[in-house]
């Protein structure tokens, strides 16, 4: 399934975008005011160079129109972006056990909208206050700023982590402890160049590979037996 054209903005976004479009407004009205005449140049690139600024903030709270992938026996992207660590790794903060990690890096191009990977309810919330390793870093998932949550329903559970990275600073994770996420329902948002992983059964088939992009609530990462 592709995506669709259409697409909203996130409200996470209201307040920087006016704050952009104030400060566009009022950084043109002065540079054209002090550069005229001969330097009236530097004015036009001024404005060239803050209006592309203003729409690259404006697209990265952008939200798609898409036909999102729904399975029972599915985990689907929670995150778009480019898969860059498929692993077995040995959990310490929720499972204590092994387990399979598949490391989404969304880049500041990416569209930043988190959606559960899986139908269930949240079981675990928990927030850590951390560092701001680059998210692609091998050692982002345990020392950088992170949120993390676990979705339980009759397949078992699902850890999800969103993990700030050297220019993500703010995670926005709305989903609370006993609430129920239908697969494909927003239930985060990171803010400027970040990373999820997903913590999945070691008996778990991986439907992707090292370097694949993924989209969000559509590309299927892997599959219960």
Request: net charge positive.
């Amino acid at each position: 399934m592709q995506p669709i054209s259409v697409m909203t903005i996130h409200r996470e976004g209201y307040k920087i975008i006016a704050v952009s479009i104030l400060s566009f407004a009022i950084i043109n009205i002065l540079s054209f005011y002090f550069f005229n005449g001969p330097w009236r140049w530097l004015a036009l690139i001024i404005l060239i160079a803050s209006f592309l600024l203003l729409i690259f903030i404006v697209l990265f709270f952008r939200v798609p129109k898409r036909s999102l992938t729904f399975s029972e026996n599915k985990i689907v992207a929670p995150a778009d972006g480019k898969v860059v660590v498929i692993e077995e790794v040995t959990d310490t903060e929720f499972f204590n056990d092994k387990r399979i990690q598949v490391s989404i890096f969304m880049s500041p191009v990416n569209v930043h909208l988190n959606r559960a990977p899986v139908s269930g309810t949240v079981v675990y919330n928990n927030y850590y206050k951390g560092q701001y390793l680059v998210a692609w870093h091998p050692k982002s998932s345990t020392l950088n700023e992170r949120h993390s949550i676990v979705l339980e329903n009759s397949n078992g559970l699902i850890l999800v982590k969103q993990i700030a990275g050297a220019m993500a600073k703010r995670i926005c994770n709305y989903a609370l402890p006993g609430k129920k996420f239908e697969q494909g329902e927003e239930f985060g948002f990171i803010k400027f160049g970040s990373r999820v992983d997903v913590l999945l059964p070691t008996n778990i088939k991986i439907e992707v590979q090292l370097g694949q992009m993924v989209k969000c609530g559509i590309t299927v990462l892997a599959s219960f037996n």
